[in-house]
């Protein structure tokens, strides 16, 4: 069994910055494509960045210059550095990840379950 554990949420100020974390447990051979995801009240689930497993990187419009994904292979763990917060930026964020396993072995998609993140004065 696969899963996606994230870590790193909770209330920051207008321009502050947090770190959120996701790591993979389980039996798999490999992880491909990663990603967060976020959803604030009301809305629908938005892509906000993705990580190859060549490390080629891509992000919403409204984060650019402000988020960072990343991704450590050795620890099955992606990162998003998120800085200049904003309160628009409130919402359950999301880890997201294709991986291969013996039962997978061209990939199966898995969801962590979600981490909120305030941005309030």
């Known amino acids: 069994q696969v899963h996606l554990v994230e870590s790193g949420g909770g209330w920051v100020q207008p321009g502050g910055s947090l770190r959120l974390s996701c790591a993979a447990s389980g039996r798999f051979f490999s992880i491909d494509a990663m990603a967060w995801y976020r959803q604030a009240p009301g809305k629908q689930r938005e892509l906000v960045a993705t990580?190859?497993?060549?490390?080629?990187?891509n992000y919403t419009d409204s984060v650019k210059g402000r988020f960072t994904i990343s991704r450590d292979n050795a620890e099955n763990t992606v990162y998003l550095q998120m800085n200049s917060l904003k309160p628009e930026d409130t919402a359950v964020y999301f880890c997201?990840?294709?991986?291969?396993?013996?039962?997978?072995?061209?990939?199966?998609?898995?969801w962590g379950q979600g981490t909120q993140v305030t941005v309030s004065s």
């Open positions: 997201h990840a294709k991986i291969r396993s013996s039962g997978n072995y061209y990939g199966a998609l898995y």
């Open positions: 990580i190859t497993s060549g490390d080629i990187t």
